[in-house]
């Protein structure tokens, strides 16, 4: 699998080989579960502004289709490689099947920044990009979703391209619509809602109070955002955030509202009057109960693990720990990590119900989309804890064992076509 090779690609053979090695899985079997089954790899030109044209290259990784439709985000970022976007569709996988999900995992990307075009420019990729996929992605095949760098605006060109080609509506291509075309109440607050669940979950496990907890937020995205406010509901204080541009903090507690507010107008917390900045590295080694990474992957490693000094992760991004920052985190015991595949699961979860719903032209109230969400997390929540304890594994050890069990048990019961 030499053309996936990348540093999180690498980081998410390593976490399966150690669940393999638990499972004493076949070698042949390893290689049918972790190998992609499908990767493309496109070419995305577009007019730009000024009458230039610039052509980006565009991914999208399909990791199974044992269990239904593979499931996955868009991400927009100027770093986006195959390697990543196979990892974050392998993830993907193992998350669907640990919600107990009818997916398989997938992913997708452009590589460019989307804060350096125009809302036209930004229009003119996506459509290309979907014209691109083509035949590649369905109701029954592929599914589309937001992820980093694109919102409800993005899925609905998506969903608009391919309605075009179809010659009717398909709401069900994608989700994280806007409402008015068949999105779902609470999409957009699932998965920063469900971090804020869990990681009250696992203060209820250690016995720490919200009234007297602080919490410290990496990444001020749509994820970020909604589950400090989610916390401060909680009873927690938020003691510092962080964008692309830079940390604050404030020992007291911030405002949120008014910090809200500030990144509205002006799209970035820094120089929010009611904190002061602090150095990001910085950020991650502040005193506190609950430490959120929901920016980037790889930003706890053996660099920082040791110096951690919060009680609880809660891990809002994809693939925020490395292999060797687990390991330390491990031996130290006293962190308690909610890992990725179950901590920022709300989206899809509530994706899933999204295109229930399309396929049924049937829509759910809000209360009745964050009831089924959280019943969802609570099990797959209990059911990881009771595997941490019965075998003395971490957290994410147990969450990965379920995942990648219930997919080679379905791979196994449905054979291997000649």
């Known amino acids: 699998m030499e053309i996936y090779r990348h540093p999180v690609f690498d980081m998410a053979c390593q ?3 150690l669940v393999a090695d638990r499972l004493h899985m076949p070698v042949a079997d390893r290689a049918w579960l972790k190998a992609p089954k499908r990767a493309l790899v496109v070419a995305v030109p577009v007019r730009m502004d000024d009458g230039s044209t ?22 927009y970022h100027p770093d986006v490689q195959l390697g990543e976007v196979a990892a974050l569709a392998m993830w993907m996988s193992w998350k669907c099947a640990l919600t107990g999900l009818p997916y398989g995992g997938a992913k997708g990307g ?4 989307p ?5 036209g420019e930004l229009e003119r990729v996506t459509r290309r990009y979907t014209q691109e996929l083509i035949g590649f992605i369905g109701p029954q095949l592929d599914i589309p979703a937001p992820d980093m760098g694109t919102n409800e605006q993005t899925m609905a060109w998506m969903m608009d391209t391919y309605s075009v080609h179809a010659g009717h509506s398909v709401p ?3 989700t994280g619509k806007p409402v008015g075309i068949g999105g779902s109440l609470g999409r957009r607050e699932a998965t920063g809602r469900g971090v804020a669940y869990l990681a009250g979950r696992a203060m209820d496990t250690l016995g720490l109070e919200a009234a007297n907890a602080t919490a410290v937020i990496q990444g001020y995205g749509n994820v970020g955002a909604v589950a400090a406010q989610s916390l401060v509901r909680q009873g927690l204080k938020i003691i510092a955030v962080s964008d692309v541009n830079g940390a604050i903090f404030n020992p007291r507690g911030l405002d949120m509202r008014a910090l809200d507010s500030w990144v509205t107008e002006r799209r970035t917390v820094v120089g929010f009057p009611e904190a002061e900045p602090i150095p990001g590295e910085a950020m991650l080694i502040l005193p506190c109960d ?6 980037l992957e790889r930003q706890i490693t053996a660099a920082n693990a040791g110096k951690l000094r919060c009680r609880i992760v809660a891990e809002g991004a994809n693939g925020p720990t490395t292999p060797e920052a687990d390991a330390i985190l491990n031996e130290r015991g006293d962190v308690l990590v909610i890992p990725d595949i179950l901590c920022n699961a709300g989206g899809v979860v509530v994706s899933y119900f999204e295109w229930v719903q399309d396929l049924q032209s049937f829509f759910w109230s809000e209360g009745e989309v964050m009831d089924k969400l959280f019943r969802i997390l609570e099990g797959s929540f209990v059911q990881t804890l009771a595997l941490s304890r019965k075998e003395n594994i971490s957290m994410r050890l147990a969450a990965l064992t379920l995942g990648i069990k219930r997919v080679w048990e379905a791979k196994q019961m449905r054979g291997l076509f000649p």
């Open 15 to 17: 976490q399966f080989e």
């Open 54 to 75: 610039q052509v980006f290259s565009g991914f999208r990784v399909q990791h199974h289709l044992t269990l239904g439709p593979t499931k996955g985000g868009v991400r």
């Open 110 to 113: 452009v590589a460019v920044d």
């Open 115 to 119: 804060r350096k075009l125009s809302r």
């Open 172 to 174: 069900g291509v994608v």
């Open 290 to 295: 609950v430490l959120v990474p929901a920016a």
